[in-house]
C-alpha cells in the first residue's frame, strides 16, 4: 500500500522559504514521475512543480524561479524549496505521482501559510 507523507509546512512571512519534504513508500520510488500539488480554499489542486525519473523538472508558471523540486531516491522522498514567498502561494501542499488520471491514495498534506 502506498502512503505519502508531507511534512516541512508552516506559516512564513512574505519573502521567506520553506523546504517541503514528501516520504513514499510501499512503491517504486525511482520509477516514478513525482508531483507537488496544492489545493487553497475554493480552489482546485494544482500542479506546482514535478520532478521525472531521469530527474528533468518542471514548473507551473506562477512558481517558476521561486520553487526548485529534487528527489533522492535512496529515502524514497521529494523535497520543495520555496523561496521569495507570497501570499498566493499559502495552500496546503501535497506530493503525488506528477500525472493522472489516476494517482495514488492523497497524504494529509502540509499546510502552507504566508502572512504579508
Known amino acids: 500500500q502506498v502512503q505519502l507523507v508531507e511534512s516541512g509546512g508552516g506559516l512564513v512571512q512574505a519573502g521567506g522559504s520553506l523546504r517541503l519534504s514528501c516520504a513514499a513508500s510501499?512503491?517504486?520510488?525511482?520509477?516514478?514521475?513525482m508531483g507537488w500539488f496544492r489545493q487553497a480554499p475554493g480552489k482546485q489542486r494544482e500542479l506546482v512543480a514535478s520532478i521525472t525519473s531521469t530527474f528533468r523538472t518542471n514548473y507551473a508558471d506562477a512558481v517558476k524561479g521561486r520553487f526548485t523540486v529534487s528527489r533522492d531516491n535512496a529515502k524514497k522522498t521529494v523535497y520543495l524549496q520555496m523561496n521569495s514567498l507570497k501570499p498566493e502561494d499559502a495552500a496546503v501542499y501535497y506530493c503525488?505521482?506528477?500525472?493522472?488520471?489516476?494517482?495514488?491514495?492523497w497524504g494529509q498534506g502540509t499546510q502552507v501559510t504566508v502572512s504579508s
Open positions: 503525488n505521482i506528477a500525472l493522472g488520471p489516476s494517482y495514488f491514495a
Open positions: 510501499g512503491m517504486i520510488f525511482s520509477n516514478n514521475h
